[in-house]
């Protein structure tokens, strides 16, 4: 449970260096409301369709009588919204990430450079960067859909739909959520997709305890703009803490029958 409470406490601590750092913060802002106010216009018109739609797929119910048609499609419909809410709140950093590329990619190497060691740089250019992150972005969204879909259909089970699959989809984003965010600096490390999948599957509670929190706070719209700054700053603290090279053991003192026969003492 420590790496679950380390994970945590990496928000805090991004949150933290971007306040320190008041320049970034605010320049981390016009991304996040950019790509606010184009999510906030999609939900909307989710909100105002989603029972229309609802209604076209399901003309078998039409005929329904009282309650069933109201409860079938109201609850259709609020699992469609809430599937879209899901996939609003991993591709809100995605898009965001892309549209903020060069400034968060500049914030992620401020605090390497203010933490101390080496500053990675990918060594690539501005646009093969960009094409990188987009495309592993793609491929990331794909594996979150099929969860979604996954999850959308356990939705319908008695019970469990209504308890435990709400967790696992907020475990489920917390996760890639991290992966989205930690790829600014990894990716300057010259990690490929793959292996930060595999960095990420050795710490699963601490990359949890990371990103469930901020995508539980990333359902509220201006919330989510404001953390991003300090969610980059987070992920890259994090980033430096999975890349570290394991501590040396201290090398063990010798023992006076070493040190006798050393000297050319009595073995």
């Not at 308890?163 to 959520?177: D, E, H, N």
């Not at 995508?215 to 700054?229: D, H, Q």
């Amino acid at each position: 449970m420590s790496d679950l409470g380390a994970g945590i406490g990496y928000v805090v601590k991004g949150q933290r260096w971007v306040l320190g750092h008041g320049k970034w913060l605010g320049l981390g802002l016009l991304p996040g409301l950019i790509t606010l106010v184009v999510y906030a216009g999609a939900l909307v018109g989710l909100g105002y369709g989603a029972d229309d739609f609802v209604a076209w797929v399901t003309p078998f119910a039409d005929d329904w009588s009282s309650p069933w048609l109201g409860l079938l499609r109201d609850t259709l419909t609020a699992l469609v919204f809430l599937f879209g809410l899901f996939l609003a709140v991993i591709t809100f950093t995605a898009v965001t990430l892309l549209v903020g590329q060069p400034f968060y990619e500049s914030l992620s190497e401020e605090v390497d450079r203010t933490e101390g060691g080496d500053v990675p740089e990918s060594g690539l250019p501005f646009w093969r960067d960009l094409w990188i992150s987009a495309r592993d972005s793609v491929r990331i969204l794909v594996r979150v859909a099929l969860y979604g879909v996954l999850l959308f259909a356990a939705g319908f089970l008695p019970v469990v739909g209504q308890t435990a699959v709400p967790v696992i989809g907020f475990c489920v984003s917390g996760y890639f959520l991290c992966e989205e965010l930690t790829a600014v600096a990894l990716q300057r490390r010259g990690m490929v997709l793959k292996d930060r999948l595999v960095l990420l599957r050795g710490r699963r509670l601490m990359v949890l305890g990371f990103g469930v929190p901020l995508a539980l706070a990333f359902l509220v719209p201006f919330v989510a703009v404001f953390l991003m700054p300090g969610a980059v700053a987070g992920a890259t603290l994090l980033a430096r803490d999975l890349t570290a090279p394991p501590p040396q053991p201290a090398p063990e003192p010798a023992s006076p029958y070493t040190l006798r026969k050393d000297r050319g003492g009595p073995a």
